[in-house]
């Protein structure tokens, strides 16, 4: 696992794009505080720039550091949560600018498996987390389902749990700094 992390990262700290496997599905990544990286995903999955994607980042240390104010109902929500769950945080900060929506949120996890905890935590930056497909195509339940444009796509495939059978995304909740919570996706 240390040299796919090492490979991951020398690929990331050049501004490349991963393909990784995630707490939930297969995930394109790249180093969400490098604008041009940002802008070579939403590329690579031929999605309008203005439709948001989701950030994994290490421990609750790291969240704090890239959102103004996290409220306390969010860490409630991840301990009580039975999946990975995916939380929008109003003012986000140290991201790229392309990676905030308009409305200045952003959707950040905490990963929740080792190699995605390991990987962030040695990058000691946030990753951008979207599914392994082309805007518009399911996203693939299996490495071997995943889009031939897509692996072509990115700098590196990362040789690990190729076999998984991947269960569904994550739950995504919108949590607004007056503790108004909405379910997006459950």
């Known amino acids: 696992m240390t040299e796919e992390i090492n490979k991951c990262i020398e690929v990331l700290e050049s501004g490349g794009l991963i393909l990784y496997p995630t707490d939930t599905v297969w995930g394109i990544g790249c180093d969400a505080t490098n604008e041009e990286a940002v802008q070579k995903v939403f590329q690579l999955k031929q999605r309008d720039d203005s439709k948001a994607l989701i950030c994994l980042v290490a421990n609750d240390a790291m969240l704090e550091k890239h959102v103004e104010k996290v409220p306390e109902l969010a860490y409630d929500l991840m301990d009580l949560a039975t999946k990975p769950t995916t939380i929008i945080y109003d003012k986000p900060r140290g991201v790229a600018k392309n990676l905030i ?86």
């Open 101 to 186: 929506a308009s409305d200045n949120t952003l959707a950040i996890r905490v990963a929740s498996d080792k190699f995605c905890t390991y990987l962030i935590g040695k990058f000691k930056k946030p990753l951008v987390s979207t599914s392994a497909n082309i805007s518009g195509v399911n996203t693939p339940k299996s490495f071997q389902n995943i889009d031939e444009a897509i692996l072509k796509g990115v700098d590196y495939v990362v040789n690990l749990h190729r076999e998984k059978q991947n269960s569904s995304a994550s739950s995504i909740i919108r949590l607004s700094n007056d503790n108004t919570v909405k379910i997006i996706r459950e």
